[in-house]
C-alpha cells in the first residue's frame, strides 16, 4: 500500500480550558487554514462578524479539507490570534457559544 507522509510540526492549542463543542466542516480554498481562523456557512476563512466557528486546527485544504469548527468553548484569543494572525473581537456575538479569554497565562 502506498501513502505520503506530510510532517505538520506539531499542532497549536487555541483552547483555554479541555471541554469545547466542535462540529465537522469542510473547508474551501487552498493552501493551509490556521487554527484560530474565524469560518464562515461556505467554510471560507470570514471574519470574527460573519463566523460560524473557530478553527480547531491547522487544516491544509489540497491535502484534506475535512475539519473541526469549535462552536461552544473557551478560547485563548492571544494564542488564536497570534497563530492565525486575526483578531476574534466581537466573535461572541456571532457565535454566542464561544467565549474569549486574554489572560490564561499561556505564552502565544
Known amino acids: 500500500m502506498k501513502y505520503t507522509k506530510t510532517a505538520s510540526g506539531g499542532s ?19 493552501g493551509v487554514v490556521k487554527a484560530g481562523s474565524p469560518i464562515t456557512e461556505a467554510g471560507g476563512v470570514g471574519t470574527a462578524a460573519t463566523a460560524v466557528g473557530v478553527l480547531l486546527y491547522d487544516v491544509n485544504v489540497d491535502e484534506n479539507p475535512n475539519a473541526a469548527i469549535v462552536v ?32 490564561t497565562g499561556v505564552q502565544a
Open 12 to 30: 497549536v492549542e487555541i483552547l483555554a480550558a479541555d471541554w469545547h463543542v466542535s462540529i465537522p466542516k469542510k473547508i474551501v480554498g487552498s
Open 72 to 103: 461552544k468553548g473557551v478560547i485563548d484569543a492571544k494564542k488564536a490570534k497570534a497563530h492565525s494572525g486575526i483578531d476574534l473581537d466581537g466573535i461572541t456575538d456571532s457565535v454566542p457559544g464561544i467565549v474569549l479569554r486574554a489572560d
